[in-house]
């Protein structure tokens, strides 16, 4: 009785919550490596250049993490 009693209150809806978001995030995270696998996106991205987009952004981000070490 009041083990049912716990699971029942407050807790067990935390708990569901938490389920449903991690569960959501692993369904995102597989999506995206569906998504990218696919050879025609694989193209369609080294055209672009993602790798060199976080290169030239890196220097600004080692700005602002100095800025706000001040």
Do not use: C, W
Request: proline share 3%; net charge neutral; no cysteine.
């Amino acid at each position: 009785m009041e083990l049912s009693e716990h699971t029942s209150g407050t807790n067990g809806k935390t708990d569901m919550d938490t389920l449903f978001i991690v569960g959501g995030v692993a369904l995102m995270v597989f999506g995206a490596g569906l998504i990218l696998s696919n050879p025609i996106v694989r193209r369609y991205m080294g055209q672009i250049g993602v790798g060199n987009l976080a290169t030239a952004a890196l220097p600004d981000l080692q700005r602002y993490m100095r800025l706000r070490d001040m």
